[in-house]
């Protein structure tokens, strides 16, 4: 066991800052803990913080964006269905190129992005990406296509993996297993590779990859694992080197588009109370004569994955935005109607052979998925005629060996309502088993979107902002119509696809548009206090050296749905227990629950580590202070600190993906 215990002034007050009178109280040396307490077990050094008071400084000047200056900024939008880049020259910032049109696509279907599709060779090399991945995959012969490896809807692995690590693994279409890592890597290499080929050809000559700014989208519900196992994705991928970590800023989905849709003119959007453009304005207005200094919005951003909502409010004239409310949304993207079919398929044809199939004949499978994916687009709620989803040729064949009898035999037998088979070779969908498709993700999203109305801090609100691939759907247009009941103009830009990529791209030329931020968890460590007769549990009373100790106390750095702006810094001094000691490691906890007393409490959790090298900053001091200095008002947590007796820099850093 580590025992790495420093010293303590006095009581921890939680959020408010502590008189110099009371930090300098009770300045006392603790020894290592003999008793063994939840903290101890995981193996926690029993840190007792020199400065436990929550210190916060607005230092804008720290702000880690603020790097070097880059040519041209060029975001990713990693979407769980589609996936794409833009790019903007910071000297003409206003101008954003969108990629090139991809090869491929489907009817139907803007081709403007491309399938979130992968395809690695039998010997697990990168093959292919997108509509190229899933075209050479689907013209693969039956008992060749069962070697390769094709992943798609990839990305929601890293928002449901509870233990998310550099280890997790994905599963192929084939069945078989792959590092996550790996195939995330792969992906923003073909990005990279992309986007230095198109560049370079506008220039005319190689264009240097040290002189991109790089953006990555993420959702905004995304927990710190997630963001930082893009982040090591990245560093494989080459897309910035490891030393260089300000070249990339990692986006949060529903804030880039957010930063897009302050800047709409008029006739670039639909308010859907009217279903009209929004024009009688002069089309160089913004959202209007709309924005007024002080207005409130929320963006609703529904993509394949997940629906994300962020709610800001407008400070002009600069345009800077302030959340109101913490970022909210759940796994109740497009993909979920997907998911709806294959339940309805199931019901029709039975569980064992849909499994069967999708192992035994991936490529027919992604070919039936595709053709559900452009009726899926043409369901709205006055439909009257029925959809014909095309069933591939194998799967008639496979069924009717696999069962020994046919497809239309298993559909008259099943009792599923308004599903026939048609003399084409087809399903038939009325638009009522359509639309129950909808029902349970649209369903998820009105709730969500009901108990975010009724919070007290989103009141107000002038604009609902419907963004991501899903805001198409008439569907979910009418589904937040009718919820709304007319409280806020809906608003639907017209490129709804391309909006977060659009914002990622303006985000990166200047990551201080945001100015606060709410935090989504409250964090903290686990630290000894002195021991409170009535205030603190017996059970947690530890003594040495005669003096009574509490142990796992909760030193909350930040609140759940605490405002925190940008560059703000919560500070806390540790020091090594021996001066041979290089490397102070520090558990960090975190909870969704707002007071926290104490480290083993229902809901606490281990999250990460700070680490701190002190390696190279020996000093002659018997007792070394590490003032740490912690950042949360970014879209990421960065830790800085330094050797007070010497000034001298201390690697400091925090790890989250699980060990």
């Keep these: 066991m580590c025992n790495c215990l420093g010293e303590t002034q006095g009581k921890i007050k939680q959020r408010d800052m502590m008189t110099e009178k009371e930090s300098a109280t009770d300045k006392i040396i603790a020894a290592a803990m003999a008793t063994p307490s939840p903290a101890k077990s995981m193996g926690d050094p029993g840190i007792t913080p020199l400065s436990p008071s929550h210190i916060q400084q607005n230092d804008t000047d720290s702000n880690a964006n603020t790097g070097p200056s ?47 599709t992968i395809l690695l060779t039998p010997d697990r090399k990168f093959h292919s990406f997108g509509y190229a991945a899933r075209d050479f995959y689907h013209d693969l012969d039956t008992t060749e296509s069962k070697h390769w490896l094709y992943l798609e809807k990839f990305k929601m692995k890293l928002h449901t993996t509870a233990n998310l ?29 992309q986007a230095l080929k198109e560049l370079s050809d506008q220039a005319g000559a190689e264009f240097d990859n040290a002189d991109i700014r790089w953006v990555i989208t993420v959702p905004a519900i995304w927990k710190m694992p997630a963001k930082q196992f893009m982040r090591e994705a990245a560093y494989k991928a080459g897309l910035v080197p490891r030393d260089n970590p300000e070249q990339l800023i990692i986006a949060l989905e529903p804030e880039a588009a957010s930063i897009y849709c302050r800047k709409l003119r008029l006739h670039q959007m639909i308010d859907i109370g009217t279903k009209t453009n929004q ?43 302030k959340e109101l409310y913490k970022a909210s949304g759940g796994p109740y993207g497009s993909i979920g109607i997907d998911y709806e079919f294959e339940k309805l398929l199931c019901k029709i044809f039975g569980p064992d052979f849909i499994d069967q199939f999708k192992i035994k004949r991936p490529a027919a499978w992604v070919d039936l998925m595709i053709a559900f994916e452009s009726r899926k687009r043409a369901a709205a709620p006055d439909r009257t005629n029925p959809l014909n989803i095309n069933l591939p040729f194998s799967f008639i064949d496979y069924y009717k060996k696999f069962r020994g009898h046919s497809v239309e035999h298993a559909l008259r037998k099943s009792n599923v309502d308004f599903v026939k088979w048609s003399s084409q070779g087809m399903l038939r969908m009325n638009p009522d088993a359509m639309n129950a498709l909808f029902k ?25 902002f419907l963004v991501g691939g899903f805001a198409e759907s008439p569907l979910l247009q009418q589904a937040v ?18 909006t977060i990529l659009k914002g990622a791209v303006l985000f990166g030329l200047d990551p201080s548009v945001i100015k606060v931020r709410r935090s989504p968890l409250t964090y903290g460590v686990g630290v000894l206090n002195r021991y409170v007769e009535g205030k603190h549990p017996p059970d947690k009373m530890l003594v040495k050296d005669g003096t009574r ?44 629950k707002e007071g926290v007393g104490f480290i083993s409490e229902p809901g606490v959790r281990k999250c990460g580590t700070l680490r701190l090298d002190v390696t190279g900053t020996e000093s002659t001091v018997a007792r070394r202070e590490i003032q740490t200095l912690m950042q949360f008002g970014d879209t990421e947590i960065r830790a800085m600190a330094v050797d007070v007796a010497t000034s001298r820099t201390v690697k400091a850093s925090i790890d989250f993906l699980s060990q």
């Design 481 to 498: 119509q009718n919820m709304l009941q007319g409280r806020s103009r809906i608003i639907i830009p017209h490129d709804v696809g391309l």
């Design 440 to 464: 349970p993700t649209i369903d998820h999203i009105i709730q969500h979107l009901t108990d975010l109305f009724e919070k007290p801090e989103v009141c107000d609100i002038k604009f609902l």
């Design 70 to 116: 880059f040519v041209v900024v060029v975001a990713i939008d990693f979407g769980t269905t589609s996936s794409g880049y833009a790019y903007a020259f910071t000297k003409e910032p206003e101008c954003i190129h969108t990629m090139r049109r991809w090869e491929g696509g489907d009817p139907g279907v803007s081709n403007q992005k491309t399938p979130t």
């Design 549 to 592: 100790w509490c142990t796992d106390v909760f030193d909350t750095f930040i609140t759940c749905d605490q405002s925190v702006a940008l560059g703000e810094t919560v500070k806390r001094s540790y020091t090594p227990a021996k001066p041979s000691q290089q490397v102070i490691v520090i558990h960090i906890y975190c909870s969704e």
């Design 279 to 321: 024009n009688g304005f002069s089309p160089t207005e913004n959202v209007g004569a709309g924005m007024t200094q002080g207005d409130r919005y929320v963006v609703v951003d529904c993509g394949g994955g997940t629906v994300d909502l962020t709610v800001h409010q407008i400070r002009l004239p600069e345009g800077h935005l």
């Design 165 to 193: 690590s550099i280890d997790t693994e994905l599963h192929a279409a084939n069945g078989k297993r792959v590092k996550a890592i790996d195939i995330f890597a792969y992906a923003l290499a073909f990005f990279k590779e």
